[in-house]
Protein backbone atom coordinates (compact mmCIF):
# COMPACT_ATOMS: atom_id res chain seq x y z
CA UNK A 1 0.00 0.00 0.00
CA UNK A 2 3.27 2.08 0.86
CA UNK A 3 4.08 1.73 -3.05
CA UNK A 4 0.65 2.43 -4.39
CA UNK A 5 0.09 5.48 -2.09
CA UNK A 6 3.88 6.94 -3.52
CA UNK A 7 2.70 6.60 -7.08
CA UNK A 8 -0.79 8.14 -6.73
CA UNK A 9 0.92 11.30 -4.99
CA UNK A 10 2.62 11.34 -7.86
CA UNK A 11 0.47 11.25 -10.70
CA UNK A 12 -2.26 13.73 -9.01
CA UNK A 13 0.67 15.74 -8.61
CA UNK A 14 1.96 15.44 -12.09
CA UNK A 15 -2.12 15.57 -13.72
CA UNK A 16 -2.73 19.09 -11.15
CA UNK A 17 0.61 20.79 -12.96
CA UNK A 18 -0.51 19.49 -16.81
CA UNK A 19 -3.84 21.10 -15.87
CA UNK A 20 -4.72 23.96 -18.51
CA UNK A 21 -7.49 25.53 -16.92
CA UNK A 22 -9.40 25.56 -13.94
CA UNK A 23 -11.84 22.79 -15.79
CA UNK A 24 -9.00 20.49 -15.90
CA UNK A 25 -7.92 21.38 -12.58
CA UNK A 26 -11.53 20.57 -11.33
CA UNK A 27 -11.79 16.95 -13.25
CA UNK A 28 -7.85 16.14 -11.49
CA UNK A 29 -9.80 17.17 -7.82
CA UNK A 30 -12.32 14.76 -8.32
CA UNK A 31 -10.05 11.90 -10.24
CA UNK A 32 -7.99 12.15 -6.60
CA UNK A 33 -9.56 13.36 -3.76
CA UNK A 34 -13.73 12.53 -4.76
CA UNK A 35 -15.95 10.93 -3.45
CA UNK A 36 -15.19 7.80 -6.43
CA UNK A 37 -11.86 9.42 -6.28
CA UNK A 38 -8.56 7.14 -5.91
CA UNK A 39 -7.54 8.07 -2.60
CA UNK A 40 -10.90 7.90 -1.19
CA UNK A 41 -10.98 4.12 -2.71
CA UNK A 42 -7.38 3.17 -1.45
CA UNK A 43 -8.49 4.73 2.03
CA UNK A 44 -11.31 2.02 2.28
CA UNK A 45 -8.57 -0.33 2.13
CA UNK A 46 -7.41 0.64 5.30
CA UNK A 47 -9.93 -1.57 7.66
CA UNK A 48 -7.87 -4.89 6.08
CA UNK A 49 -4.75 -3.94 7.50
CA UNK A 50 -2.75 -5.25 10.32
CA UNK A 51 -2.76 -3.22 13.88
CA UNK A 52 1.22 -1.93 13.08
CA UNK A 53 0.81 -1.44 9.80
CA UNK A 54 -2.68 0.96 10.25
CA UNK A 55 -1.18 4.06 11.81
CA UNK A 56 1.68 4.20 9.61
CA UNK A 57 -0.69 3.99 6.48
CA UNK A 58 -2.80 6.52 7.96
CA UNK A 59 -0.50 8.82 8.70
CA UNK A 60 0.77 8.81 5.05
CA UNK A 61 -2.97 8.84 3.29
CA UNK A 62 -3.43 12.18 5.46
CA UNK A 63 -0.08 13.06 3.90
CA UNK A 64 -1.03 12.65 0.47
CA UNK A 65 -4.16 14.05 0.50
CA UNK A 66 -2.39 17.29 2.74
CA UNK A 67 0.30 17.15 -0.51
CA UNK A 68 -2.33 16.88 -3.39
CA UNK A 69 -4.48 19.24 -1.78
CA UNK A 70 -1.68 22.04 -1.74
CA UNK A 71 -0.74 21.26 -5.08
CA UNK A 72 -4.55 21.78 -6.25
CA UNK A 73 -4.53 25.21 -4.28
CA UNK A 74 -1.17 26.43 -5.85
CA UNK A 75 -2.22 25.80 -9.42
CA UNK A 76 -5.19 27.24 -8.98
CA UNK A 77 -3.81 30.98 -8.14
CA UNK A 78 -1.63 30.18 -10.71
CA UNK A 79 -4.33 29.64 -13.35
CA UNK A 80 -6.07 32.56 -11.85
CA UNK A 81 -2.54 35.23 -11.96
CA UNK A 82 -2.32 33.71 -15.88
CA UNK A 83 -6.04 35.03 -16.34
CA UNK A 84 -5.10 38.42 -14.85
CA UNK A 85 -2.14 38.58 -16.96
CA UNK A 86 -4.07 37.74 -19.91
CA UNK A 87 -6.73 40.77 -19.48
CA UNK A 88 -4.64 43.17 -18.80
CA UNK A 89 -2.14 42.38 -22.03
CA UNK A 90 -2.38 44.74 -23.82
CA UNK A 91 -3.43 47.56 -21.40
CA UNK A 92 -0.48 50.50 -21.61
CA UNK A 93 -0.55 51.12 -17.51
CA UNK A 94 2.25 53.85 -18.54
CA UNK A 95 -0.53 55.92 -20.04
CA UNK A 96 -1.59 59.10 -18.30
CA UNK A 97 -5.42 58.39 -16.78
CA UNK A 98 -8.28 60.83 -17.50
CA UNK A 99 -7.81 63.37 -15.36
CA UNK A 100 -11.63 64.08 -12.96
CA UNK A 101 -12.53 67.59 -14.33
CA UNK A 102 -13.07 70.69 -11.82
CA UNK A 103 -11.26 67.73 -9.14
CA UNK A 104 -12.82 68.34 -5.67
CA UNK A 105 -15.48 67.24 -4.07
CA UNK A 106 -18.92 68.92 -5.66
CA UNK A 107 -21.07 71.14 -3.73
CA UNK A 108 -24.30 71.60 -3.40
CA UNK A 109 -26.71 73.08 -6.22
CA UNK A 110 -26.66 77.04 -5.45
CA UNK A 111 -30.96 76.81 -4.92
CA UNK A 112 -30.16 74.26 -2.96
CA UNK A 113 -27.88 76.02 -0.43
CA UNK A 114 -30.34 78.95 -0.29
CA UNK A 115 -32.99 76.70 0.25
CA UNK A 116 -31.08 75.02 2.67
CA UNK A 117 -30.57 78.75 4.38
CA UNK A 118 -33.71 79.97 4.28
CA UNK A 119 -35.21 76.67 6.23
CA UNK A 120 -32.81 77.18 9.29
CA UNK A 121 -34.04 81.31 9.35
CA UNK A 122 -37.39 80.47 9.57
CA UNK A 123 -37.15 77.51 11.98
CA UNK A 124 -35.10 79.95 14.23
CA UNK A 125 -38.57 81.89 14.19
CA UNK A 126 -40.80 78.88 15.11
CA UNK A 127 -42.11 77.86 11.76
CA UNK A 128 -42.36 74.17 10.49
CA UNK A 129 -41.88 72.98 6.96
CA UNK A 130 -45.14 71.56 5.45
CA UNK A 131 -44.99 70.06 2.00
CA UNK A 132 -47.98 69.13 -0.85
CA UNK A 133 -48.80 67.48 -4.13
CA UNK A 134 -47.00 68.56 -7.18
CA UNK A 135 -50.21 67.44 -9.60
CA UNK A 136 -52.76 69.41 -7.76
CA UNK A 137 -56.66 69.92 -7.61
CA UNK A 138 -58.01 73.25 -9.16
CA UNK A 139 -59.74 73.75 -6.02
CA UNK A 140 -56.62 73.57 -3.74
CA UNK A 141 -54.76 75.83 -6.67
CA UNK A 142 -57.30 78.49 -6.99
CA UNK A 143 -60.51 77.79 -5.70
CA UNK A 144 -59.89 77.67 -1.80
CA UNK A 145 -57.30 80.94 -2.46
CA UNK A 146 -60.33 82.93 -3.60
CA UNK A 147 -58.83 82.41 -6.95
CA UNK A 148 -62.47 82.97 -9.55
CA UNK A 149 -62.81 80.92 -12.18
CA UNK A 150 -62.05 83.47 -14.96
CA UNK A 151 -58.73 84.54 -13.24
CA UNK A 152 -55.90 84.86 -15.67
CA UNK A 153 -53.96 82.05 -14.03
CA UNK A 154 -56.38 79.58 -14.52
CA UNK A 155 -56.25 79.94 -18.45
CA UNK A 156 -55.23 77.10 -20.54
CA UNK A 157 -51.94 79.28 -22.02
CA UNK A 158 -50.38 79.70 -18.57
CA UNK A 159 -51.01 76.37 -16.97
CA UNK A 160 -50.47 72.88 -17.14
CA UNK A 161 -53.28 70.68 -17.26
CA UNK A 162 -54.29 66.84 -16.83
CA UNK A 163 -56.91 65.44 -18.82
CA UNK A 164 -58.70 64.80 -15.51
CA UNK A 165 -58.70 68.63 -14.64
CA UNK A 166 -55.98 68.59 -12.50
CA UNK A 167 -53.25 70.15 -13.04
CA UNK A 168 -49.33 71.19 -11.86
CA UNK A 169 -49.25 73.81 -9.68
CA UNK A 170 -48.88 76.91 -10.74
CA UNK A 171 -47.18 78.28 -6.98
CA UNK A 172 -46.90 76.49 -3.64
CA UNK A 173 -49.82 78.74 -1.68
CA UNK A 174 -51.57 75.40 -2.81
CA UNK A 175 -50.03 74.03 0.60
CA UNK A 176 -51.56 77.04 2.83
CA UNK A 177 -54.77 75.13 1.96
CA UNK A 178 -53.31 71.73 2.37
CA UNK A 179 -51.81 72.80 6.03
CA UNK A 180 -54.97 74.23 7.22
CA UNK A 181 -57.17 71.13 5.86
CA UNK A 182 -55.32 68.80 8.19
CA UNK A 183 -54.37 71.15 11.37
CA UNK A 184 -55.79 73.47 13.51
CA UNK A 185 -54.66 77.16 14.44
CA UNK A 186 -52.16 78.18 15.40
CA UNK A 187 -50.59 77.67 12.14
CA UNK A 188 -46.88 78.50 11.52
CA UNK A 189 -45.22 76.78 8.59
CA UNK A 190 -42.96 77.20 5.59
CA UNK A 191 -43.07 75.07 2.15
CA UNK A 192 -40.55 75.26 -0.01
CA UNK A 193 -41.53 73.86 -3.44
CA UNK A 194 -41.69 73.49 -6.96
CA UNK A 195 -44.14 75.72 -9.06
CA UNK A 196 -44.97 75.13 -13.01
CA UNK A 197 -46.17 78.20 -15.42
CA UNK A 198 -46.44 77.80 -18.79
CA UNK A 199 -43.74 80.81 -19.83
CA UNK A 200 -42.01 81.42 -22.48
CA UNK A 201 -38.39 80.07 -21.35
CA UNK A 202 -35.91 83.02 -20.93
CA UNK A 203 -33.66 84.67 -19.32
CA UNK A 204 -35.63 85.50 -16.02
CA UNK A 205 -38.54 82.67 -16.58
CA UNK A 206 -38.36 78.90 -16.85
CA UNK A 207 -41.27 75.99 -16.57
CA UNK A 208 -40.64 74.69 -13.90
CA UNK A 209 -39.03 76.73 -10.69
CA UNK A 210 -38.64 77.15 -6.90
CA UNK A 211 -40.83 78.79 -4.48
CA UNK A 212 -41.02 79.33 -0.77
CA UNK A 213 -44.53 79.66 1.07
CA UNK A 214 -45.22 80.82 4.25
CA UNK A 215 -48.07 80.91 6.35
CA UNK A 216 -49.13 82.02 9.91
CA UNK A 217 -52.40 81.89 11.36
CA UNK A 218 -53.48 82.72 15.14
CA UNK A 219 -55.65 84.93 17.26
CA UNK A 220 -54.23 88.48 17.01
CA UNK A 221 -51.28 88.02 14.39
CA UNK A 222 -51.21 91.76 12.60
CA UNK A 223 -49.45 93.36 9.58
CA UNK A 224 -46.65 94.41 12.38
CA UNK A 225 -45.88 90.57 12.79
CA UNK A 226 -45.90 90.15 8.78
CA UNK A 227 -43.35 93.45 8.17
CA UNK A 228 -41.17 92.11 11.38
CA UNK A 229 -41.11 88.58 9.79
CA UNK A 230 -39.75 89.09 6.39
CA UNK A 231 -37.56 92.16 7.32
CA UNK A 232 -35.72 90.10 9.43
CA UNK A 233 -35.30 86.76 7.32
CA UNK A 234 -34.36 89.33 4.39
CA UNK A 235 -31.97 90.88 7.00
CA UNK A 236 -30.20 87.73 7.51
CA UNK A 237 -29.55 86.87 3.60
CA UNK A 238 -28.96 90.00 2.48
CA UNK A 239 -27.34 92.22 5.49
CA UNK A 240 -28.21 94.66 8.08
CA UNK A 241 -28.55 97.56 5.91
CA UNK A 242 -31.34 96.26 4.04
CA UNK A 243 -33.83 98.66 3.50
CA UNK A 244 -38.00 97.50 2.79
CA UNK A 245 -40.79 99.00 0.77
CA UNK A 246 -44.09 97.15 1.23
CA UNK A 247 -45.69 98.23 -2.20
CA UNK A 248 -49.72 97.75 -1.74
CA UNK A 249 -51.02 95.20 -4.14
CA UNK A 250 -53.33 92.67 -5.01
CA UNK A 251 -53.20 89.13 -4.62
CA UNK A 252 -56.94 87.39 -4.29
CA UNK A 253 -56.33 85.17 -1.22
CA UNK A 254 -54.37 88.00 0.71
CA UNK A 255 -56.42 91.49 2.15
CA UNK A 256 -54.67 93.82 2.04
CA UNK A 257 -51.57 92.41 0.05
CA UNK A 258 -48.19 93.91 -0.56
CA UNK A 259 -44.92 93.23 -3.35
CA UNK A 260 -41.57 93.62 -1.12
CA UNK A 261 -39.14 95.38 -2.30
CA UNK A 262 -35.32 95.84 -0.97
CA UNK A 263 -32.33 98.16 -0.94
CA UNK A 264 -29.21 96.54 0.08
CA UNK A 265 -25.44 97.41 -0.49
CA UNK A 266 -24.84 93.69 -0.31
CA UNK A 267 -26.55 93.29 -4.21
CA UNK A 268 -24.60 96.36 -5.26
CA UNK A 269 -27.69 98.47 -6.54
CA UNK A 270 -28.20 101.11 -3.95
CA UNK A 271 -29.85 103.27 -5.99
CA UNK A 272 -32.73 100.72 -7.00
CA UNK A 273 -35.59 98.96 -5.70
CA UNK A 274 -35.68 95.28 -6.11
CA UNK A 275 -38.91 93.32 -6.10
CA UNK A 276 -38.63 90.43 -3.98
CA UNK A 277 -41.32 88.57 -2.58
CA UNK A 278 -45.20 88.73 -2.63
CA UNK A 279 -47.19 89.12 0.79
CA UNK A 280 -50.93 89.54 2.91
CA UNK A 281 -53.08 89.30 5.34
CA UNK A 282 -54.99 86.15 4.79
CA UNK A 283 -58.15 86.87 3.50
CA UNK A 284 -60.93 85.78 5.91
CA UNK A 285 -62.55 84.07 2.72
CA UNK A 286 -59.58 81.82 2.08
CA UNK A 287 -60.29 80.96 6.07
CA UNK A 288 -63.94 80.36 5.33
CA UNK A 289 -63.36 77.84 2.35
CA UNK A 290 -61.09 75.58 4.57
CA UNK A 291 -63.93 75.57 7.32
CA UNK A 292 -66.34 74.75 4.82
CA UNK A 293 -64.16 71.64 3.61
CA UNK A 294 -63.29 70.86 7.38
CA UNK A 295 -67.31 71.08 7.78
CA UNK A 296 -66.32 72.78 11.27
CA UNK A 297 -65.38 76.29 12.37
CA UNK A 298 -62.10 75.97 13.21
CA UNK A 299 -60.33 78.86 11.58
CA UNK A 300 -62.75 81.47 12.45
CA UNK A 301 -62.17 84.35 10.94
CA UNK A 302 -63.96 86.33 13.34
CA UNK A 303 -61.14 84.63 15.82
CA UNK A 304 -58.33 84.55 13.92
CA UNK A 305 -56.09 86.49 11.12
CA UNK A 306 -52.63 85.41 9.07
CA UNK A 307 -50.34 86.49 7.36
CA UNK A 308 -49.01 84.76 3.94
CA UNK A 309 -46.00 85.23 2.00
CA UNK A 310 -44.36 83.86 -1.34
CA UNK A 311 -41.17 84.03 -3.47
CA UNK A 312 -39.13 82.42 -6.05
CA UNK A 313 -35.98 81.22 -4.46
CA UNK A 314 -34.31 81.06 -8.26
CA UNK A 315 -34.63 84.84 -8.30
CA UNK A 316 -33.48 85.35 -5.07
CA UNK A 317 -30.28 82.57 -5.98
CA UNK A 318 -29.65 84.90 -8.88
CA UNK A 319 -29.75 88.12 -7.28
CA UNK A 320 -27.31 86.50 -4.31
CA UNK A 321 -25.13 85.21 -6.81
CA UNK A 322 -24.92 87.67 -9.74
CA UNK A 323 -26.25 85.31 -11.89
CA UNK A 324 -27.54 86.76 -15.46
CA UNK A 325 -29.54 84.06 -16.54
CA UNK A 326 -31.85 81.79 -14.72
CA UNK A 327 -31.33 78.85 -17.39
CA UNK A 328 -27.59 78.66 -15.98
CA UNK A 329 -29.82 76.64 -12.92
CA UNK A 330 -30.73 73.50 -14.99
CA UNK A 331 -28.36 73.53 -17.90
CA UNK A 332 -26.17 71.41 -15.95
CA UNK A 333 -22.85 72.68 -16.84
CA UNK A 334 -19.81 72.03 -14.98
CA UNK A 335 -18.35 75.41 -15.35
CA UNK A 336 -21.20 76.91 -13.80
CA UNK A 337 -21.87 74.65 -11.23
CA UNK A 338 -18.44 73.96 -9.67
CA UNK A 339 -18.25 78.17 -8.53
CA UNK A 340 -20.34 76.79 -5.85
N1 LIG B 1 -48.51 82.73 -4.92
C1 LIG B 1 -47.96 84.00 -5.35
C2 LIG B 1 -47.30 83.81 -6.70
O1 LIG B 1 -47.00 82.71 -7.08
C3 LIG B 1 -46.95 84.50 -4.37
C4 LIG B 1 -47.60 84.93 -3.11
C5 LIG B 1 -48.07 86.20 -2.98
C6 LIG B 1 -47.80 84.05 -2.08
C7 LIG B 1 -48.69 86.62 -1.80
C8 LIG B 1 -48.42 84.44 -0.91
C9 LIG B 1 -48.85 85.74 -0.79
O2 LIG B 1 -48.62 83.61 0.12
O3 LIG B 1 -49.47 86.14 0.36
O4 LIG B 1 -47.07 84.78 -7.38
Not at 57 to 68: C, E, M
Not at 154 to 182: A, C, W
Not at 213 to 240: M, P, Q
Amino acid sequence: MDAQLDQLRDEAIAAIAAAADETALDLARVKFLGQQGSLTTLSKGMKDLSKEDKPRIGKLLNDVRNAVTAALDIRKAALLADADKAAFAGVDVTLPGTAVSFAGKGSLHPITQLLDRTTAIFRRMGFALADGPDIETEWHCFDALNTPADHPARNEQDTFYFPDGRLLRTHTSTVQIRTMEKAAPPVRIIAPGAAYRRDEIDATHLAQFTQMEGLYVDEGVSVADLKGTLEFFFRELFGNDAKFRFRPHFFPFTEPSYEVDIKTSMLGATDRWLEIAGCGMVDPSVLEAVNTKRGDRAFDPEKYTGFAFGFGLDRLAMLLSGTPDIRYFTNNDQRFLAQF
